[in-house]
């Protein structure tokens, strides 16, 4: 990869406005459930991975639903909702 495209990757407006998106969802679900500050970084990782791999099915899948730009706003956010509720199960399991 070339130092330009490194550079457009690192730029890109739709990177951004998903990196922003799942950490406001993250946030948001802390807020509704609660739980200890280990709890919020825990939700905040699992909120940007399932955000991820949403846009990465999105991508994959060629969904053309709610979609800004080049990001799958849909799926990665379905997949950002459910990795959150996932995890907080997991976490309460596991407890």
């Known amino acids: 990869m070339t130092n330009d495209a490194l550079l457009d990757l690192l730029l890109a407006p739709d990177l951004w406005l998903g990196v ?3 950490v406001v969802y993250s946030a948001m679900f ?3 459930r609660g739980g200890s500050f280990r709890q919020l970084g825990r939700d905040l990782l699992t909120g940007v991975l399932g955000f991820a791999f949403g ?3 999105g991508i994959f899948l060629r969904l053309n639903f709610l979609r800004v730009g080049d990001l799958q706003l849909f799926s ?3 997949c950002a909702l459910l990795a959150l509720w996932a995890g907080r199960k997991l976490a309460h399991s596991a407890s």
């Open 55 to 57: 846009q990465a099915a």
């Open 30 to 32: 802390y807020g509704w």
């Open 76 to 78: 990665a956010t379905l």
């Open 20 to 22: 922003a998106l799942a």
